[in-house]
Structures are given as structure tokens and as C-alpha cells.
């Protein structure tokens, strides 16, 4: 039986193989006979004609349809037996027909969107960049497009131990700092190791980022919720939480906005020490103040109690998945160990542009503008709500890529507020969204607060940074309208 007799359009999926150049024949023929297998329109159990047969159809020799069925018998997709011919193995399952999906985040319908935690990626620096890589690929020694140093590139890591110790005020040994896929995989890998060692839990901000505890539950650690009030994680409940290792964002905490008190990181390093144990430090947006110079990072004062990690993901673009760990002694040689099992180290060419640019000063020169952009749409933020929804409370310090902003209750109850803003386009989250039975600095219970319909109104977590300043007001213009039931999220 034929391919044309048995396989039906299968003579048309072949015969374009049959045409293509001289030297490219014999693997299009084979890709072709893969395909329809694949597919289906070669079934299981289909014999084949013979390579004298199919190379008469075809127009083609008979040694490039012998090649082409030895080579699908050796991956398993046809089967032969001297005397019995050639035919489809029943190994194989036909794919399941459709397109290539796109998992990252998306917000279909939104016209203008205020969630947080994205920099503004139209200013990416895409000239100076691409100066880098080319500077980057010509330095590069042949030898250093082997495996790498789990921990990194020397020079990525001694620029950027040299830019972190300028800027942010961190004690930064290059020998201790370790390049990662972004903060994520720090974290991960900073709890596969914590968790290696006999720790069961960890503390996390409450409210705080909700992927500090999903990170550690992926490597079996329990997050445990730690309240804050107006400076900074509650003592009492960090002590009587039992852990070892919190997880802080002291600089800016996300998402309440407030920068830790002294005394409160004082305190935070002095309960490391009695419990023998370690704080995270997220350093996730810290080079971003806008009414004084950035404190520095904790970690500065105490550099074997503090892990620091940091990453440019709000800096310049969080899809190049570059990030850092500096890591006391008593961690660093078992998260490079760990480090080196999961990946073998992260790419060299990448880590030698990031490198390129620091040294270079393009870093520097990308942080003053986006600074001055971002001061500006966040002083847009704040007129464009207090001329659209008068009484709406503004907190936290000038910093960052958000601001917590507190509707008054009369704008509705949060669900309400919710609904018809996202009827008229407009994308939003509520403090409550992160987790958290308290949802302000001041430590007022949420629902008696702020997580409905309280006296304290709806606390919302607006995003600005990439955002216009025009696009800012028509976003809240345009949410205003909505809860006031005069525009198109109205009922």
C-alpha cells in the first residue's frame, strides 16, 4: 500500500520535500515523514512503500529515501523487518493541534493601568545598551565562554560590589556577592539553604510581597506573617515568631511605602544576633528617593547578620533577570554550591554587558533620568487625586515606583470601587490585595480600616512609574468618574 493510497494528503506534505534544493532534500524529506507521523496523517500501523517505490513518486534517489527511513527507524517513529517492509511505529502520539501561548503578565482590556512593581520600559536605554554588548562580545576571551564561576563574572561582580558600596552603603566583598536570575532566584536559593540547615519556617512582612512566601514554600519553607506598624516590623511579634530569618524590605517597605525607623533597624539586627539567625534584606527599589539621598541599605551595618539582595529589575527591566546576593561568610559557600547545582551559573555575555555599562557610567547616567521622571509622574499622582477625589490620603515616603493612596469611604466599599473601576478600564489593587490584617502604618486593623467600606476609606496601591504624566491624570479622571457614577464604570 502507498503513501498516496493509505496516507491520503500525506503524497501532498511530501512532495514539497521532493522540491527543495539538491543539498537540503534528504533532511526535508525526513522532517516531512516526521511531521506526518506527528500528526497523525500517518496512523500507526501504515506501511510504507518501498524506497525503490517512494523514490520513484518522489523524483528522488533511492539512497535519500533509504537514509531518510533508517534515520525515523533509529528515533523510534518507523519500525522495519527484512521481508516484511517498513511501517509507522505505534510508539508514537499524535500532538495536540494548537498555538504557542503567552504566560506573562498581561492586563487585556485595562486602559490605564495603576498596579504596581514595573519601571517605565520605554526608557530603557536601548542605544547605550547595545554599545555595551558590543563592547562586552569583542572583550571577551574565548575561554570565558566556558562554564563560569557559579558566583559570576569577576568583573560583573567587582563592579557591581563597587557600584552597591557607593551607592546603597553596603559592605561588598566581591569574593561574597553572587550573581542571579533576579531576586527570585536569590530568595530561592537562600531558602533551600536555610532549609538544608533545619529551619522550618520564616518570617515575612505582613502585609508585605506576596512571592517572598510563595519562593520559600517552593523549597519547603513555612512563611510566617510579621505586622508592622509606622516604623517597621513589630518586635514582639518577630521574637515571639519563633524563626530565624526575616525578610525586610527596610528601604521602602513594599507595599505600605514606609521607610524602617533607626531604632526599628537597630532592633531588627540586634534580634538576629540573640537568635543567631539572618535578615533578608530586599533591597528592590532603593536608589528611587525623591525628597533626600536614598538611606542606605541595612545590610552596611552589619554585614554578616544581613543577606542583601537587589536586582534591576525596577531599574531598568525586569525581563533581563538580573540580580545579586551579598552573603555573610557563614552562608556564601553553600548558596555558590547550590547556586552551581541549579544552573551551572548564569549567562557570561549578559553579565559582561551589565559589567560594560556600570563601569562605563551608563548606569549611573539611566538611574538620574529615571529618577527625574519618576519624581515627576508621582507629583502628577498625587495633584491629579487630590483634584479628582478630594480627600483621598496619600502615605508612605517619596520613593519607589507606588504610593498607597487612601479613598474616602464615600467613593463606596472596596469591592465597589474594584468593580466599576474596572468596568471603565481602569487597573487596580487594594492594600488588602498583599496579605495583610493590618493596612496602614499606623497598625489600624484592616476591615475596621481601610479594607472596605470604614471610616478610613478604600487603601489602594497605585503604580505611577510607567505611567505619563497625561495618562496619570486621564487614569484617574477616568476612575473618579466611575465611582461617582458619571462615567463608564457607573452603574
Not at 70 to 80: I, N, R
Amino acid at each position: 500500500m502507498s503513501v498516496r493510497e493509505e496516507g491520503g494528503g500525506t503524497w501532498e506534505l511530501l512532495a514539497p520535500a521532493a522540491a527543495a534544493p539538491t543539498r537540503r532534500r534528504g533532511r526535508a524529506l525526513q522532517e516531512s515523514l516526521r511531521g506526518a507521523v506527528r500528526s497523525g496523517r500517518l496512523a500507526a500501523g501504515t506501511r510504507l512503500p518501498s524506497t525503490r517505490e517512494l523514490a520513484a513518486e518522489l523524483g528522488v534517489s533511492r539512497g535519500l529515501v533509504t537514509e531518510a527511513y533508517e534515520q525515523l527507524t533509529a528515533e523510534g517513529y518507523l519500525h522495519s523487518a527484512r521481508g516484511a517492509g517498513t511501517w509507522v511505529g505505534d510508539a508514537v502520539r499524535a500532538a495536540a493541534p494548537g498555538g504557542v501561548r503567552d504566560l506573562a503578565p498581561h492586563s487585556p482590556g485595562v486602559r490605564v493601568d495603576f498596579r504596581p512593581g514595573v519601571p517605565d520600559l520605554s526608557l530603557f536605554p536601548r542605544a547605550a545598551w547595545a554599545a555595551a554588548y558590543k563592547t562586552a562580545l569583542g572583550g571577551l576571551a574565548h575561554r570565558q565562554f566556558g562554564y563560569p564561576d557559579p558566583r559570576g563574572l569577576p568583573e560583573l561582580r567587582t563592579a557591581l560590589a563597587a557600584l552597591l558600596t557607593r551607592r546603597r552603603g553596603v559592605v561588598a566583598d566581591p569574593e561574597r556577592l553572587v550573581v542571579c536570575a533576579g531576586v527570585a532566584q536569590a530568595l530561592t536559593l537562600v531558602g533551600a539553604v536555610l532549609r538544608e540547615r533545619g529551619e522550618r519556617s520564616v518570617a515575612v512582612e505582613d502585609p508585605g510581597s506576596p512571592n517572598h512566601g510563595t519562593l520559600f514554600a517552593a523549597v519547603g519553607l513555612r512563611a510566617v506573617g510579621v505586622p508592622l506598624d509606622s516604623e517597621g516590623p513589630e518586635p514582639a511579634a518577630l521574637a515571639a515568631s519563633g524563626v530565624r530569618a526575616v525578610v525586610t524590605t527596610p528601604a521602602h517597605q513594599f507595599p505600605l511605602g514606609i521607610g524602617y525607623s533607626a531604632g526599628r533597624r537597630a532592633a531588627l539586627l540586634d534580634w538576629a544576633r540573640g537568635v543567631d539567625g539572618w535578615v533578608v534584606e530586599d533591597d528592590y527599589d532603593g536608589d528611587f528617593r525623591y525628597d533626600r539621598e536614598p538611606v542606605g541599605a541595612l545590610q552596611g551595618l552589619d554585614p554578616e547578620r544581613v543577606v542583601y539582595t537587589g536586582s534591576v529589575s525596577k531599574s531598568l527591566a525586569p525581563g533581563l533577570r538580573l540580580g545579586w546576593l551579598l552573603l555573610p561568610e557563614s552562608l556564601a559557600e553553600a548558596v555558590v554550591e547550590r547556586k552551581r547545582m541549579a544552573d551551572l551559573g548564569y549567562p557570561v555575555l549578559d553579565q559582561a554587558v551589565l559589567a560594560d555599562f556600570v563601569t562605563r557610567g551608563g548606569y549611573d547616567r539611566h538611574l538620574r533620568r529615571c529618577r527625574s521622571a519618576y519624581r515627576e509622574r508621582r507629583d502628577a499622582l498625587v495633584r491629579a487625586l487630590a483634584a479628582d477625589l478630594p480627600g483621598t490620603e496619600v502615605s508612605g515616603i517619596a520613593a519607589g515606583l507606588h504610593i498607597i493612596a487612601r479613598v474616602p469611604a464615600r467613593y463606596g466599599p472596596a469591592p465597589v470601587l474594584l468593580e466599576r473601576a474596572a468596568a471603565a478600564g481602569v487597573g487596580l489593587r487594594a492594600l488588602t490585595d498583599y496579605g495583610a490584617d493590618r493596612d496602614d502604618a499606623c497598625g489600624r486593623p484592616a476591615r475596621a480600616a481601610g479594607g472596605g467600606a470604614g471610616r478610613g476609606g478604600v487603601a489602594l496601591v497605585l503604580g505611577y512609574a510607567h505611567l505619563a504624566p497625561a495618562d496619570i491624570a486621564r487614569g484617574v479622571r477616568t476612575l473618579a468618574e466611575a465611582v461617582r457614577g458619571t462615567g463608564p464604570g457607573a452603574p
